[in-house]
């Protein structure tokens, strides 16, 4: 019986090609981002104290940056500087699961 | 009673007639009946099933106080933001924020909720009507919750009378010793655009530590204080940041000269109170304002102490033959209306009435023929049924006294909401962001023209 590998091959080529960070559980991490309050500063499309969700993607994008980058700015409370000129420590996510802090930058980063 | 004249306002001569009504139902009702409807019954007439509703999360806030608030260790992140007057929803915009911070504060061991609340929910969802007509503005609340309409008693203890029963985050209570006790109540805080920051903060405005639970100040410190000597009061309640030299210290309180002016100017909240054993068995609501303390309003509420404060006994108790017996015990609290009400079933004290230990009278008598002035501008109407609490609050239009904020037809006002329910007072309640409601104009919740 001949085969139709065409479907197989299509599929390969796309789980070649979907970058790791797209796989991720949406509603968990929604779930975590305002657990830990980040949304009253985060906002999906429109900027908040902090830089919309959207925003942050597009840089990161841009600057071929990674969920690495994403969780170090999450875990480390650097300085953020602020609109006003002020700068303030950045809060820190309450987990140090990794899995836990990789879902939720593969969910902000899909922006 | 005729439900138009009823729907069409509360002239003096009609307020005297609905208050009689009201008196011989609860005569007839308190005769030993269990349960009966009457009481509480929506006389106004409007067909509510044609009123849009709002749904509304009120959420359990604990002690975020407004020392908290712009507290920078405490409310990380949004401290100084609080403090140069951002309104809470600018960073609170969630869809489920209230579900969300009700749930988390509740959780146990949370820094905003020291006391150990088993089984209390983060939140109470509640649905919101309005209408209004040439005379009044009429809001109706419905949500599920028990049926709390007692109050703490005082208790003969065979030589003297003792308070009984308290609210749940007393102590007593908490360590068992008292049983929870406290009247359900629904409140709605008003302003106009006068207050400064009540547009954006609301309610928080008002809440301080030195109040009752939240870090209470001492009688000492109280009487020690000039501006509260000057403003006569022993503790410290509910006031405005306008009220104080420095907004986060209740001991900066300005002068009575200052505090007048900032009156004069409609700087201060209005605070409409329906409570289900203070005011609503005589169909009133509450009526006050929040300025430099938590005040009533001019005139007579309708409700009085019932503590005769030469003897320390009470003034008065149940006519036996009306009420069934002169006293309530605690195996009666919660099974019958165990209200006590002057022209209904209330006869003076009689000391030699042969009272025994465990006899209880109501802390406070109710006194519908009293209710006079500004203090009684406002009528209420609530009935639980079936595990839900419908109150309807009657606000004429248009008052012209110096304590009101006057609602008028087209105008936008600035509210929010709390809800007391589960034996707790204080900051024990179900509070709301700010919301608007508009009289027959655009808002949160839009007051809808009566035909």
């Known amino acids: 019986m001949k085969r139709n590998v065409r479907p197989l091959v299509a599929l390969a080529a796309l789980c070649l090609s979907v ?5 991720f559980d949406a509603d968990a991490a929604e779930n975590v981002f305002k657990e830990n309050d980040c949304h009253k500063c985060h906002h999906a499309t429109k900027a908040k104290k902090g830089p919309a969700l959207k925003k942050i993607a597009a ?3 841009e600057k071929k940056l990674d969920e690495k980058e994403a969780i170090k700015h999450m875990t480390a409370g650097q300085k953020v ?27 902000m980063l899909s922006h | 009673m005729d439900q138009c004249a009823l729907k069409q306002g509360f002239s003096s001569l009609k307020m005297k007639v609905l208050a009689a009504s009201v008196v011989a139902a609860l005569t007839a009702g308190l005769a030993g009946c269990v349960g009966t409807s009457t009481r509480g019954a929506d006389t106004t007439g409007i067909d509510w099933g044609k009123i849009p509703a709002t749904k509304l999360a009120l959420f359990y806030p604990g002690k975020s106080s407004y020392e908290w608030l712009r507290d920078p260790a405490a409310h990380k992140g949004a401290a100084s933001e609080t403090a140069r007057g951002d309104s809470c929803v600018s960073c609170h915009d969630d869809a489920k924020e209230e579900q969300r911070q009700g749930a988390k504060i509740l959780r146990g061991n949370h820094p905003l909720e020291p006391i150990a609340l088993p089984g209390k929910p983060g939140h109470v969802d509640i649905n919101v009507q309005a209408a209004y007509d040439d005379k009044n503005a009429y809001f109706r609340y419905q949500w599920k919750g028990a049926n709390n309409i007692e109050y703490p008693y005082y208790r003969f203890d065979g030589k003297e009378w003792k308070v009984y029963g ?27 655009g006068k207050v400064p920051m009540f547009k954006e903060q609301g309610c928080w405005l008002t809440c301080h530590e030195g109040e009752r639970d939240l870090n209470p100040a001492t009688k000492e410190e109280v009487a020690a204080n000039a501006a509260m000597k000057a403003y006569k009061k022993s503790d410290v ?35 409409i109170q329906w409570r289900g054993h203070r ?33 320390k006994q009470p003034k008065f108790m149940f006519d036996a033959g009306k009420f069934g017996s002169k ?47 500004s203090a009684a501008d406002n009528k209420g109407f609530g009935i639980w049924k079936d595990g839900m609490w419908t109150v309807v609050v009657v606000r004429p239009l248009n008052l012209a006294n110096p304590d009101d904020k006057a609602l008028k037809a087209g105008g936008v006002y600035s ?11 204080t900051r024990g309640h179900y509070v709301s962001y700010v919301k608007t409601i508009g009289i027959g104009a655009k808002a949160d919740i839009v007051a809808v023209k009566l035909p």
């Open chain 1, 19 to 23: 970058p790791a960070f797209a796989q």
């Open chain 1, 59 to 61: 840089k990161y994008k």
């Open chain 1, 81 to 107: 500087k602020l609109d006003d000129g002020k700068e303030e420590d950045h809060k820190i996510i309450d987990t140090k699961d990794v899995k836990v802090q990789t879902n939720v930058a593969r969910w």
């Open chain 2, 166 to 192: 308290g609210p749940r985050l007393d102590k007593p209570v908490q360590e068992g010793k008292q049983p929870a006790i406290y009247e359900t109540r629904l409140s709605m805080m008003v302003d106009d």
């Open chain 2, 237 to 271: 309640r509910k006031y405005l940041p306008a009220s104080r030299s420095n907004p986060a210290d209740w001991k900066t309180g300005k002068s009575t000269e200052e505090i007048a002016r900032i009156k004069a100017a409609g700087g201060f909240a209005d605070l």
């Open chain 2, 279 to 311: 005011t609503n068995p005589v169909g009133g609501t509450d009526d006050g304002y929040v300025l430099e303390w938590r005040n009533f309003d001019d005139g007579k509420n309708h409700f009085a102490s019932n503590l005769d404060a030469a003897t």
């Open chain 2, 327 to 373: 006293a309530v015990t605690a195996d009666q609290v919660g099974k019958k209306d165990n209200f006590l009400i002057k022209g209904a079933n209330a006869v003076p004290f009689d000391p030699n009435a042969g009272w025994k230990a465990g006899d209880m009278l109501p802390r406070y008598t109710l006194q519908p023929a009293d209710a006079s002035g």
């Open chain 2, 415 to 425: 509210v929010g909401f709390a809800l007391h329910d589960d034996n707790i007072t």
